[in-house]
């Protein structure tokens, strides 16, 4: 299956700072990425969908002025949380689907924001 | 709104049964209903994806069934290990790539 890797694995900042998370397919091209957020003992809540060369597309209620995304190439997507504030911490997963053959979504190890 | 529940939320069975984990879903017109495992603290592994044609499929020690008209799946897992502890997640598809998950459950295999 493809592989995806995040980057950082954890980030601890200070409220009202800026974290950019970096999600990258190694070996799959993808067109759309997959942006989630899990807060402790929940499950994954979809936050947007990343579309490469275009606009994100984001779930109602998440803030598209607050969460960031840049999906600039077939292998890169990025997450900006701007001015992050405590109720920010969570933890922030990508995900990207293999629509060419099996429909399998695959996902990033994940990145544990943590706002001071 | 697509409602994904998965119950018991939290599981403890001993080393070498065989459990079933179940997931239920409220529209029936999924696409698929895929199977992760979650290990704490880290991202999501794929187990099974199960079209919305088919009943079933198996991968090792992993079964898992689909049964579209009552909303359900589950997940069967024999012979249990301690490495099989973790948190399982089903989610379902609508064909858009979006992926709705269920709440989880929690498992403890206990040596």
């Known amino acids: 299956g493809a592989v995806v890797s995040q980057h950082p694995s954890r980030v601890i900042c200070k409220s009202g700072t800026s974290v950019k998370i970096e999600c990258r397919s190694l070996?799959?091209?993808?067109?759309?990425m997959f942006w989630y957020r899990q807060f402790p003992k929940k499950s994954l809540m979809l936050m947007a969908t990343s579309n490469e060369g275009s606009k994100a597309t984001y779930e109602q209620g998440v803030e598209k002025d607050k969460f960031l995304i840049n999906h600039a190439s077939l292998t890169l997507s990025t997450l900006t949380v701007t001015s992050a504030h405590p109720e920010d911490s969570s933890f922030y997963i990508c995900?990207?689907?293999?629509?060419?053959?099996?429909?399998?979504?695959?996902f990033g190890p994940g990145t544990r924001l943590t706002v001071l | 709104k697509q409602e994904v529940t998965q119950i018991p939320a939290a599981l403890s069975v001993p080393e070498g049964e065989n459990l079933v984990l179940n997931c239920s879903f409220t529209d029936s017109a999924i696409y698929n209903l895929q199977w992760f495992r979650q290990d704490p603290g880290k991202g999501l592994t794929s187990l099974l994806l199960i079209q919305s044609s088919q009943r079933e499929q198996t991968s090792g020690r992993l079964n898992a069934s689909l049964d579209k008209s009552s909303g359900r799946s589950t997940l069967y897992i024999a012979a249990s290990q301690p490495g099989d502890s973790a948190t399982y997640l089903c989610a379902v598809s609508f064909g858009n790539e979006k992926l709705t998950f269920g709440t989880g459950t929690r498992l403890t295999i206990i040596p």
């Open positions: 995900g990207l689907a293999d629509h060419l053959s099996t429909d399998t979504q695959y």
């Open positions: 070996d799959f091209q993808a067109t759309t």
